[in-house]
């Protein structure tokens, strides 16, 4: 593949004739002009138009996206680079190890080498500026003769993606079209904008589950092993114009401090020219930390993880903001006032995308400067970052252990970190480690490799600190969730090694022999259930408005072929549910969400309403007709306060003072009794984001796993272990003739819950 790039890169000189078209000759208006969306389709063309008529830019189709289209790349440097590029990422790969790299060879090498920078654009579709900015800066680079411009060619590789989620930006367009000119215009679409998991898509960064994921890590990141990366998105409208780092606290332990220096470097750089531009409004080390991996896959891999949030206006309508509306509070600053991180408010006025663009530009430019006249010092750095992870001292390695209770978890955990390039050793005898015997056929991760680190956040169980917004005050919410064992989702045995030992090891890539060793089908293998007899006729609700975990879920069942109907709110209020279903499935969705659904005036009408009463009735008669109902995490709620579901929250209305776990994994021990846990081991971890207890008093209710007395916490952080302490996290509840399961936890969260996927997929299988 990379030759046939080569290649096509030797001929691009020869096809240069044309003048480089402006964005507006192309699309017919200026990039960030009012109530204007760009087609993903004329994105690709116009990229393709410039490579025909420029020598400094390459385009290279990556690969289809989920629904087919393109997944764009551009190359951006000097001819002379371009005609190159191949010994500039052998150059890369070199400093990227420096087992295989001495300190003079790397000398020479960072003397030759560029910088690479890669920024991608819009992996949330509705934060629609920077697939604008992309189409304009490209141009500029293109074509305006300014020092910085050369100096940026001259040294940096500059690989630009003009969208990380192409289907997302046709399908907010094509719904910004439809409702332009109407009370509706600037809403978001009542639908994911990434066909599977909306706004997770950036959450997808250690699973990798999506094509767009993949495609990113496969053939960017682990080919060109980038010392920047940096993803453009938009926040709010009512607080700061634009957020760049320096980070709030917490930064994740693994991730080497000196990357997070230089993301304080870059992105105070960043914003002195921002402000220096005349551009109010500029905020850092606030409201975004530097914990989840899932986020920030560069940041363990050698290179720098660079965020920009700017200020949302309506899609691409103007927003009018009043001082008023301004937010008195944000994490880390106070959007009406100046300090050291947020010296310039800005206070009201008119915002519009081409705000945004502009204020992108700025950014952009200026992380390109920075990264093209520090090319030494950001190579020198690369280089040592990849010796200081090759120096580990402890822990040496984790070890897999031969015979798991599930090979095929194994095998997807060790398919896992083999993705993110992580080197995986096999014993071919047994050896002592840790002062324990492991059988042969064990796996080893020994960590002192370039990407260790990337290994060890996955394996170890985190520790989240104890962050208040003042002393003895509410906690310092993370931005996303405080926990990533691997491990412990997945359910397979994982031990640290603290001390070096010796074993006959030999490198694999692949983990076929776990796949031949669960071949046996028994429910212990997760991937039991793609050839499971006797599935139930499955509906999943799916509501007008788009939930993230409704499509995970869509995601898991046909990657384990399940056969559902996603059930809308007229299919439900129609009634005679049980003439079509044995279960119906609700995803992690609040309640109000479900009964209320989007309210009349804020949506066209087709899209407003939810289940109401008579839906909750129709439920309750498929119920008493002998169907079951599955409800997950927040939906239990609804389960409760609307269908009677006889169980009470230990943790509703409980302030988060007092209790609080913002995606931990907990402990619980499982009913073994229950066909529910077939293929379980009695005690598991359990994924915990804003999830409920319960305590009941009913006979019709039973238990199915319990949290223990004590020692509640797995990995993440929880506040009020109390009031978890001995109740139930998942209960049976008897309703006629049928049954309503309450799951207390994301039994399939993000594609990663492996173990407790078993559960689910049992309450369903047990529905004929």
């Not at 491990?487 to 031949?516: C, H, I, N, R, Y």
């Not at 499935?585 to 407003?608: C, K, V, W």
Request: net charge positive; hydrophobic share 40%; proline share 7%.
């Amino acid at each position: 593949m990379v030759v046939r790039f080569l290649l096509a890169a030797a001929l691009v000189p020869a096809l240069v004739s044309a003048a480089v078209p402006p964005p507006e000759s192309h699309f017919g208006f200026r990039m960030g002009e009012d109530r204007k969306l760009v087609q993903w389709a004329k994105v690709v063309s116009y990229f393709e138009a410039l490579q025909k008529s420029s020598d400094r830019i390459l385009v290279r189709n990556l690969g289809p996206s989920t629904e087919g289209r393109p997944f764009l790349a551009a190359w951006i440097a000097t001819p002379a680079v371009l005609k190159d590029l191949e010994r500039y990422r052998q150059i890369q790969k070199k400093l990227a190890d420096p087992r295989q790299t001495n300190e003079a060879e790397a000398a020479k090498l960072i003397a030759q080498g560029k910088t690479v920078v890669m920024i991608t654009c819009s992996i949330h579709s509705t934060e629609v500026a920077s697939t604008m900015t992309a189409i304009d800066f490209a141009y500029r680079l293109l074509t305006e003769d300014r020092s910085k411009f050369r100096d940026i060619l001259d040294n940096v590789i500059f690989i630009l993606v003009p969208s990380l989620n192409p289907d997302g930006v046709d399908i907010v367009e094509r719904w910004y079209a439809k409702t332009l000119g109407t009370p509706f215009e600037g809403t978001s679409p009542p639908e994911l904008y990434q066909k599977y998991v909306g706004h997770d898509n950036n959450r997808d960064w250690y699973i990798f589950s999506q094509p767009e994921t993949r495609l990113a890590i496969t053939q960017l990141h682990n080919q060109w092993h980038p010392q920047i990366v940096y993803d453009v998105h938009q926040q709010s409208p009512f607080a700061s114009r634009i957020f760049i780092p320096p980070w709030l606290d917490p930064v994740e332990p693994n991730i080497d401090p000196l990357i997070t220096q230089m993301c304080n470097m870059m992105g105070s750089g960043v914003a002195a020219d921002l402000t220096a531009a005349g551009k109010k409004g500029v905020a850092i080390n606030a409201s975004y930390d530097f914990w989840t991996p899932a986020r920030h896959y560069q940041a363990y891999h050698g290179g720098m993880r660079i965020l920009s949030e700017s200020a949302s206006a309506r899609l691409a309508t103007p927003i009018t903001v009043s001082p008023d509306e301004i937010s008195e509070t944000a994490l880390g600053y106070n959007p009406r006032m100046s300090s050291w991180n947020h010296l310039e408010p800005w206070l009201g006025g008119t915002w519009r995308v081409r705000d945004i663009v502009e204020y992108q530009e700025i950014a952009w430019e200026s992380a390109l400067w920075q990264a093209a006249v520090r090319r030494e010092d950001l190579l020198r750095n690369f280089y040592s970052i990849g010796k200081r992870a090759i120096s580990r001292t402890t822990p040496y390695s984790f070890v897999i252990p031969a015979n798991q209770h599930d090979p095929g978890a194994a095998k997807i955990l060790l398919d896992t970190l083999a993705f993110g390039l992580i080197e995986i050793d096999k014993a071919q005898d047994v050896f002592q480690a840790g002062g324990k015997q492991y059988p042969a056929g064990s796996y080893v991760v020994r960590l002192r490799q370039p990407y260790g680190s990337w290994a060890k956040t996955l394996l170890e169980r985190q520790q989240y600190p104890d962050l208040r917004l003042y002393p003895g005050g509410p906690p310092k919410r993370p931005y996303d969730v405080t926990a990533h064992t691997l491990p412990l989702l997945m359910g397979v045995q994982v031990e640290a090694v603290s001390d070096k030992f010796e074993a006959k090891l030999v490198p694999v890539k692949s983990f076929d022999e776990l796949s031949t060793a669960a071949a046996r089908r028994n429910r212990n293998h997760i991937h039991w259930y793609r050839t499971a007899p006797n599935k139930p006729r499955l509906g999943l609700y799916r509501s007008h408005l788009p939930v993230m975990d409704e499509g995970w879920t869509r995601w898991m069942l046909e990657r384990f072929g399940w056969k559902y109907t996603s059930i809308r709110n007229p299919d439900i209020l129609a009634g005679n549910l049980s003439q079509k279903y044995d279960a119906i499935l609700f995803p992690d969705q609040g309640p109000a969400t479900i009964h209320n659904g989007y309210r009349p005036g804020s949506m066209p009408p087709e899209y407003t309403g939810g289940l109401g009463d008579k839906g909750a009735e129709a439920l309750l008669d498929f119920a008493r007709n002998g169907g079951t109902l599955v409800f997950l995490n927040s939906s239990t709620d609804y389960a409760i306060g609307h269908l009677g579901a006889p169980a009470k929250s230990t943790v509703r209305g409980v302030p988060n003072r007092d209790f609080y776990s913002p995606g931990s994994l907990l402990n619980v021990k499982l009913d073994l009794r229950h066909p529910m846990t077939a293929g379980l081991p009695a005690e598991i971890a359990i994924w915990s984001e804003g999830s409920a207890a319960w305590e009941f008093s009913d006979a019709g209710v039973r238990s199915i796993a319990r949290y223990p007395d004590s020692n509640v916490l797995a990995s993440g952080w929880l506040l009020g272990e109390k009031y978890l302490a001995g109740k139930s996290a998942l209960i049976e509840a008897t309703t006629g003739k049928g049954r309503m399961i309450l799951f207390g936890m994301r039994p399939q969260y993000r594609a990663q819950s492996y173990q407790t996927l078993k559960l689910l997929f049992n309450a369903m299988l047990t529905a004929k």
